[in-house]
C-alpha cells in the first residue's frame, strides 16, 4: 500500500468519525436533521455555503475547462460572486419568511408561499432532479481523484462504492450537522491545496503566474480568449446570469439558508464570501499550467489535469493530501445534497400523503430517503459519462426554472398565480431536458439566426418562456385561483 492511500484512508476514516460524532448531545428531531433547529451561526453557515462552490467541480471540473476551454471557465468565479451579492437582499427576505412560518425545506417554502400542495409537489420533484446529476458530479468526482492519486491502487468503482457508504451512514446518523463538522476540514484542506498548488506550480514550471500566461500565449493563445461562437461572450453572460439566481435555489444551498440563526449570519456571508471565492482562479492556474505541461488529454479526461500534473510534480504522500482534499470536497457537499433532497421529498411528498404523521416518522422516511438518492446518484454516476462542468450547466439549467415563481411570489401580483407558476416550471424544465438529450441550439429552429443569439444558454431562454407561459397563464387564470398564502409581500420590504 503507497503513502498516498494511507493519506487518502485516513482522511475518510476521520470524516466518518466525525460525521458521526456530530449526533453527540443532540436529540435528533426532523429539524435538527434538516436546519439544526436553525441556530447555526454566521462561521458555520459560511463553511457550508463554501462547500456548495468548492466542491469536487472546483478541483477538477475547474482546473479542467480551464485546460480545455481556457477563459470560458472564468465563469465560475463571476456567477458565484454575483450570486452572492443579490443574496444580500433576497435570502434574508426568504429566511424570514421560512422562519415565521417553520419551514424546513425548499418545496415547503413554495408550497406555504403560494398555498399550493401542487406546487411543493413540483418543486420537491425538480429539485430531485437537479440534485441528481450534481451529485453525480461529486460521486464521479470522488472516484477520478481517488483512483489517479492512489497510483490506480483504487478503482473509481470502488471509490465512489466507499464514499457513498461514508456519507450514507453519518447523514442517516447526524443529518446536516456532520456536514457541518466535515465542512471545517474540508475548507482547512482545499484551501492550503488549491493555493499552495496554484501558487507553486506556476512558479516551479514557468517562474510566475505572468510568465504562465505568457508561456500559454504562444503556445495556444485562443484559450486566453472567448470563442468565436459555443462557449462565445453571450454564452458566458447568459451563463452568469442564469447560474447567480439559481445557486440559493439548489436544494442544498437553500437548506443551508434555513440552518442560519439570524439575518444577520447571511448577510454577513454576503459580504465576505466573495473574496473567498476568488481562491477559485488558483484551480485555473492548475489547468493552464497543464495545458503545457500535461499537453494530449482530450474531451472529460481534461479533468483529470490538476491530478496529472500533480502526480508529475510532487512525491506520493503529498499526492495523498491533494487526494484526501478531494475526497472531502466530494464528501461535504453530497452530503448537504442528499439531506436536502430526502428532508424537500419528505415534505413535498410524504407530509401531503400522512398529514398527520409524527415527528419520528418523518425522520425516519427522511433517512430512508437519504438512501434512495444516494443509490440512484450511484448508478447514475456509473453509467454517466459528461464532463462534470457540462452536468454542472445543467442542474442549474433545471433549478433556476423555479426563479420566475420565488422572485413573483416576493409579491402579491396578478401576473403569477399557482397554476401559472406550475406551467412556466413545467414548460421550462421540459425545454431543459429536452436539450440535454438531444443537445439542440436555437440555430436548429431558427437556421438564420445570428451566432451571439445562438450561443445563448438554453437554460436562459428557458427561463424566457417560463416567464412567457407564467404570466399568461397566471392572468388566464386569475378568476380560477384561489390562493390565499402567507403575505411574501410584507416579509419583503422589510
Known amino acids: 500500500m503507497n503513502s498516498a492511500l494511507i493519506i487518502i484512508f485516513i482522511t475518510a476514516a476521520i470524516a466518518l468519525f466525525l460525521g458521526i460524532r456530530a449526533s453527540r448531545g443532540k436529540e435528533m428531531n426532523i429539524n435538527e436533521f434538516a436546519v439544526g433547529n436553525k441556530r447555526f451561526g454566521t462561521l458555520i453557515v459560511f463553511l457550508l455555503i463554501a462547500g456548495e462552490v468548492y466542491t469536487t467541480f472546483t478541483f477538477l471540473g475547474g482546473s479542467g475547462w480551464a485546460y480545455s476551454k481556457g477563459a470560458a471557465a472564468y465563469y465560475v468565479p463571476a456567477y458565484i460572486c454575483l ?47 437537479a440534485l441528481i446529476p450534481y451529485i453525480v458530479i461529486q460521486l464521479k468526482g470522488l472516484g477520478i481523484i481517488v483512483s ?17 457508504v461514508i456519507v450514507t451512514i453519518y447523514v442517516t446518523i447526524s443529518g446536516i450537522h456532520g456536514s457541518a463538522w466535515n465542512a471545517v476540514l474540508k475548507d482547512i484542506m482545499i484551501l492550503f491545496v488549491i493555493v499552495f498548488l496554484g501558487i507553486y506550480i506556476p512558479y516551479h514550471y514557468f517562474g510566475g503566474i505572468k510568465p504562465l500566461f505568457e508561456a500559454i500565449e504562444n503556445v495556444k493563445p485562443e484559450a486566453l480568449t472567448f470563442a468565436s461562437e459555443g462557449y ?11 447560474n447567480a439566481f439559481g445557486f440559493y435555489l439548489l436544494p442544498q444551498s437553500f437548506s443551508v439558508v434555513l440552518t442560519a440563526k439570524s439575518e444577520r449570519a447571511l448577510k454577513k456571508n454576503a459580504i465576505t464570501l466573495p473574496l473567498y471565492t476568488i481562491l477559485i482562479l488558483f484551480a485555473f492556474f492548475i489547468g493552464f499550467s497543464a495545458i503545457i505541461q500535461v499537453p494530449g488529454l482530450q474531451g472529460a479526461d481534461g479533468d483529470l489535469s490538476l491530478l496529472r500534473l500533480t502526480m508529475q510534480t510532487f512525491d506520493p504522500w503529498f499526492v495523498g493530501i ?39 416518522q418523518q425522520l425516519l422516511v427522511s433517512k430512508l430517503l437519504v438512501i434512495f438518492i444516494i443509490v440512484t446518484a450511484y448508478v447514475f454516476s456509473i453509467i454517466g459519462g459528461k464532463a462534470l462542468a457540462i452536468l454542472n450547466i445543467m442542474s442549474y439549467g433545471l433549478i433556476t426554472q423555479l426563479v420566475p415563481a420565488m422572485i413573483f411570489g416576493f409579491f402579491q401580483t396578478k401576473f403569477m398565480n399557482t397554476y401559472g407558476a406550475i406551467t412556466g416550471i413545467v414548460t421550462g424544465v421540459s425545454i431543459v431536458l429536452f436539450n440535454a438529450v438531444t443537445s439542440f441550439k436555437l440555430a ?10 445562438n450561443d445563448i444558454n ?9 416567464i412567457l407561459v407564467a404570466v399568461g397563464v397566471s392572468l388566464a387564470t386569475n378568476s380560477l385561483d384561489t390562493r390565499k398564502s402567507p403575505n411574501m409581500a410584507e416579509e419583503f420590504i422589510k
Open 83 to 129: 450570486a452572492y451579492v443579490l443574496s444580500y437582499w433576497m435570502i434574508p427576505k426568504i429566511w424570514r419568511f421560512a422562519k415565521k412560518h417553520n419551514v424546513i425545506s425548499q418545496p415547503q417554502y413554495f408550497m406555504k408561499n403560494y398555498n399550493s400542495k401542487a406546487l411543493g409537489v413540483v418543486v420537491a420533484f425538480i429539485g430531485l432532479i
Open 148 to 164: 489517479e492519486s492512489s497510483y490506480g491502487t483504487i478503482s473509481p468503482f470502488m471509490a465512489s462504492t466507499i464514499g457513498a
Open 232 to 242: 462565445s461572450q453571450s454564452w458566458f453572460i447568459s451563463t452568469i446570469i442564469l
Open 322 to 360: 491533494v487526494g484526501g482534499a478531494g475526497l472531502l470536497t466530494a464528501l461535504v457537499p453530497v452530503s448537504v445534497m442528499v439531506m436536502s433532497g430526502a428532508v424537500g421529498l419528505m415534505t413535498g411528498f410524504y407530509t401531503l400523503l400522512r398529514p398527520n404523521s409524527s415527528d419520528r
Open 444 to 453: 436548429d429552429i431558427f437556421p438564420n439566426i445570428p451566432s451571439i443569439i
Open 458 to 466: 438554453i437554460g436562459f431562454v428557458a427561463i424566457a418562456v417560463n
